[in-house]
């Protein structure tokens, strides 16, 4: 295909909404620079065990992409770097972008865990199980810069002096894609977050149960690694909330009802409790899925909204106050584990506004594309609360109307 | 027979800690088949794969076996590399004598080198008796079809048409539009779905790359990715034409509430379309409406939620207290579903135009009360505990969408699947506009059911997936694949063998396999760009005539006879 303008579209977010943005406007001939604030592609889905409603992981499916990704060679992907400014030039938009290079270098890592052997402190990971080139990251909190990684490492991939880099880039536009970030739920004292360590957000869960995780899938208690005798799983937790977030987060249902039906393939003998306003499965096979052991005897659904979480003094356990509205009782019940699911927003803030490049956003937060210059297109989480398939299909729509403005410039 | 070269990687020490990597170097020495081997420092770093390439070229082996670490950690960089190089990737094999050798068994260093040794020269036999298959090339014809004149196929053809491709555009009935022909206003924007639709109609009426086919019935569908050909009789007559891609927007229809809350008993109960209808012909200036949802859907016979009815629920009561703001509307509800921001804001907008909600529970649904026509419902409201009597003069049922009869003639033609509830099936989870047949995409309601800004979203999306391919001029059929670089191989059948048993055609799950008629037999016939080199021909085949040339069974053979330490020849 030929066009008339042939700068790069800049794509700012590495998740699934970015990478099938990248990868559709890459089939069509056109040049594509991704930007990745973090260390791998994939962004959320990557922290996903596995995935509604095929039960899949997330791992292959996204593996493939990625490694498309890395390999086209329309496609200049830009890991740990930021986009600092978006300046308009003689009519032409520039990209200024910092990258700030890692410690270790992915390109150098032979992934032979020699330095993370060596690591007094443990401050050596590997940037995790699904991440295409594996690598090692160094957590800048617990080191002490000894050095003696930088003296293991056989291929001198690790070097602590790497300074900021900044770049420009002339580009034709730029697609946000940026995703969704966890919202601090502690304003909100009623879920007790922080009170005890067996409530925990949804997305820490997920990472707290992962088969390819730290507890290889168990279900246990952070608190004293028991196995709990049953979970609760808050939904709508900060979301369709006036105090907080208004709208519904569009994938908690879902994802808790994945994560209640997984406690009980992985160990049956917890019981799971999810509390909701409304069990939104809209999609295909959704509410099939949702029917699978939701309903039945391990997964109870209970419409309500607690009213106070708190851990019970002195005693193992969490007490949940609640009124089961399709009952009308007024209850509290004890758990070992709360799941709060819902307090997810657009990873960009209502305060970057003030920054000159920062697209426009609508009151609750997310990007309203086409309404000014720089943000024309979106996809995914940051212009709509949107899951897995609805996100891929955004972006391939903000692709090809990347495509077609640069046809009309 | 090209000679295979062997390159050992001693990962700085990792590897030959426990490995004894000279004695492996020996035993390569006595192998016929390896041209040439040798032990380096690293393989995965970018000049050392620049070197091995070089070196490998210098040989002049074809074939490399990688011993080194697993594919997830350094192996598929060190692939990767040398496939940039100019390496054939199916003729590269990496045995991993570090993560399943070197490490696992550290404490065992004389069974790890002889488990090292038998994944070496397993891939060795592998290698050995490899074969490629023929690779094929077609020049794709840069014309698309799209079943379907609704929201979605217009937007797919609008989009199609501005990229400059030809379009031929198909419809059933006379008129493009589809269901936004049926209804007043779309949610969530309220705009008029006419004005909506406006603007694509004349796009399609004004561009001269798109074709409208109005009436059109297909007749048949063959041939494949970049090169269908379609028989088509229309308004305009019978008409034949090839094209590189097909998108199927061919929406779904209205499920009608027979038997269910004495629908076409009582005169005044009506479906959600038909209150479209009569807004259509101007205001319905009505003193009391009830909304039910859920009518028909999310039950045992259609276990789905149907996306738009909700929402479709709240736009029309939202109308009715606009026009009358006296009007007493009722949504009674199982669960409102309006995921996401902007439809959440819907919800909260008819919540605060006044409109009332009620939860009933699927077991205990509402009643009609009224002889002749409808005066009033019953219903058990869950959340108060308590019964309720609500007069009204409409009653609105809320069907679901439910997947067109034609949908399975289609599937049948392209050799598409179909979901359980008979939708088009998607690749899960990140190609959701796509199929299994390459070439074929899908969008709006055909894939799922969807609001028409949906529709019109994923006819985009449909539109860019197909442009893509279009867009190429030839295209191979190794190089479909789904996964990063060349498919591997595709099925191939020896014609002189084959006993034309059809075995291999019951359980091709991709229409690859076909009989054909060759003189007084007839044989098998894979077609290569349609098979994605699953293998479930070649296991059923009776007398080993199909087979996928990369994995031939003498290479399987072989290394299933190395693997329990057989020292055979090759």
Redesign the interface.
């Known amino acids: ?1 030929k066009s008339e303008s042939s700068a790069p579209v800049l794509i700012i977010g590495g998740g ?1 909404a970015g ?2 943005a990248a990868l ?1 406007l890459a ?3 056109h040049a594509v620079h991704l930007i990745e604030r973090g260390h791998i592609l994939g962004g959320q889905v990557a922290k996903l065990d596995k ?1 509604y409603p ?1 039960d ?1 992981c ?1 791992f292959c ?2 593996w ?2 990625i ?2 990704v890395r ?1 086209h060679p329309l496609i200049a992907v830009h890991t740990f770097t930021e986009v600092k400014e978006l300046k308009r030039i003689d009519d032409r938009l520039h990209a200024v972008m910092v990258r700030k290079p890692p410690v270790i270098d992915e ?2 890592c ?5 330095c993370a052997a060596e690591c007094p402190e443990g401050a050596i990971q590997t940037t995790g199980d699904h991440v ?3 690598s090692y990251r160094i957590d800048q909190d617990v080191c002490n810069r000894c050095g003696m990684c930088t003296k293991t490492c ?2 001198a991939a690790i070097d602590f002096q790497r300074s900021e880099e900044t770049s420009e880039l002339l580009i034709d536009d730029v697609i946000w894609a940026s995703g969704f970030t966890e919202v601090d739920l502690t304003p909100l004292p009623e879920f007790g977050l922080g009170t005890n360590p067996d409530i925990m957000t949804a997305m820490e869960f997920e990472e707290w149960t992962a088969e390819a995780g730290i507890n290889r899938g168990a279900i246990i208690k952070k608190s004293n690694q028991s196995v709990p005798r049953n979970i609760a799983f808050i939904q709508c937790a900060g979301a ?1 909330d006036q105090r907080m977030l ?3 987060s ?1 994938v908690c ?1 879902m994802h808790a009802v994945k994560q209640a039906q997984w406690v009980q393939r992985r160990n049956p003998a917890i019981q799971c409790v999810v509390f909701y306003t ?11 899925y949702s ?1 699978r052991d939701v309903g039945g005897s391990r997964v109870r659904l209970i419409r309500g909204r607690p009213s106070l979480i708190y851990p019970i003094p002195q005693k193992n356990g969490i007490a949940i106050k609640f009124e089961n ?4 009782k007024r209850e509290i019940w004890k758990f070992d584990m709360v799941v709060l699911n819902g307090n997810i927003g657009s990873s960009l803030k209502k305060t970057d506004q003030e920054k000159h490049f920062s697209p426009a956003l ?1 009151g ?1 937060g ?1 990007v309203m594309p086409g309404s000014d210059d720089i943000s024309r297109f979106a996809c995914g989480f940051s212009m ?3 899951d ?2 609805e996100s ?6 903000a ?3 990347a ?2 403005a640069k ?1 009309i410039k | 027979m090209s000679g295979i070269a062997v390159f050992l990687c001693r990962c700085f020490g990792e590897i030959n800690r426990v490995i004894d990597l000279d004695s492996l170097q020996k035993k390569l020495e006595q192998d016929h088949s390896v041209v040439f081997f040798d032990v380096v420092e690293s393989i995965c770093l970018a000049d050392d794969i620049k070197e091995a390439a070089s070196r490998i070229r210098k040989s002049g082996a074809e074939k490399i076996v990688i011993g080194g670490c697993s594919h997830l950690a350094r192996g598929t960089v060190v692939i990767d590399g040398l496939v940039r190089e100019g390496m054939k990737r199916s003729a590269i094999r990496l045995v991993d004598l570090r993560e399943a050798c070197a490490w696992i068994h550290a404490d065992d260093p004389a069974n790890a080198v002889q488990k090292a040794w038998d994944l070496i020269r397993m891939e060795i036999a592998a290698l050995y008796h490899r074969r490629e298959s023929d690779n094929v090339t077609i020049s794709v014809c840069p014309e698309v079809m799209i079943v379907g004149a609704g929201p979605a196929g217009l937007s797919a053809a609008r989009t199609l048409g501005r990229l400059g491709f030809k379009v031929h555009l198909l419809e059933r009935g006379s008129n493009p539009g589809g269901m936004l022909n049926l209804i007043s206003h779309v949610y969530p924007s309220d705009e008029k779905a006419q004005e909506k639709i406006k603007l694509y109609v004349h796009e399609v009426e004004k561009n001269p790359l798109i074709h409208f086919y109005p009436k059109a019935k297909i007749k048949s569908i063959t041939g494949f990715t970049g090169d269908f050909k379609v028989q088509v009789s229309s308004a305009a007559g019978e008409e034949m034409f090839r094209v590189g891609a097909v998108i199927l927007a061919s929406g779904a229809r209205v499920w009608l509430p027979h038997g269910l809350y004495r629908y076409g008993k009582l005169k005044n109960v009506i479906t959600q379309m038909e209150v479209e209808r009569q807004f259509l012909k101007g205001p319905l200036t009505i003193t009391s409406a009830v909304f039910i949802q859920c009518v028909g859907a999310r039950n045992n016979e259609r276990p789905y939620c149907a996306t738009m009815c909700c929402p479709s629920s709240l736009k029309n009561a939202v109308r009715i207290r606009d026009e009358n703001p006296d009007a007493r509307v009722f949504i009674l509800h199982r669960d409102i579903m309006t995921p996401g921001s902007t439809l959440e804001a819907y919800y909260r907008n008819a919540l605060a135009k006044g409109v009332q909600f009620i939860r009933f529970e699927e077991t205990n649904s509402p009643e009609m009360l009224g002889d002749e026509r409808v005066e009033g419902v019953d219903v058990y409201d869950v959340i108060n505990g308590i019964k309720i009597k609500l007069d009204t003069d409409l009653v609105v049922l809320s069907t679901p969408l439910v997947p067109n009869d034609d949908n399975v003639k289609l599937a049948g033609m392209l050799g598409l699947q179909l979901d359980r509830y008979g939708f088009f099936s998607e690749i899960y989870p990140l190609h959701p506009l796509e199929t299994r047949v390459d070439g074929v995409f899908i969008c709006g309601s055909a894939r799922w059911p969807v609001s028409s800004d949906h529709a019109m979203m994923q006819g985009e999306g449909a539109a860019v997936k197909a442009a893509a391919l279009l867009g190429r001029e030839t295209v191979s059929a190794l190089s479909l694949s789904r996964i990063p670089g060349e498919k591997f191989g595709h099925a191939s059948v020896n014609a002189e063998t084959c006993t034309g048993c059809g075995n291999c055609v019951a359980v091709c799950p991709f229409d690859a396999c076909r009989l054909q008629k060759m003189g007084r037999k007839s044989i098998s016939r894979v077609n290569k760009f349609r098979c994605k080199a699953c293998g479930n021909c070649v296991s059923v085949c009776p007398n080993g005539t199909v087979q996928l040339p990369e994995h031939d069974y003498r290479a399987v053979g072989a290394m299933i006879k190395r693997a329990f330490g057989e020292e055979s020849a090759l």
């Open positions: 295909m699934v990478i099938g559709d089939g069509c001939g995935l095929t899949h997330a499916p996204l493939t992409d490694k498309k390999e390109n150098l032979v992934f032979c865990g020699k295409y080139p594996p056989p291929t369709r208004p709208y519904c569009a249902c409304d069990l939104r499965t809209v999609g295909r096979d959704y509410y099939e029917l509205t399709m009952t009308q609508s609750d997310f709509e609360p949107s897995v398939a891929v299909i955004q972006a391939s729509s692709a090809v109307k495509i077609l046809r």
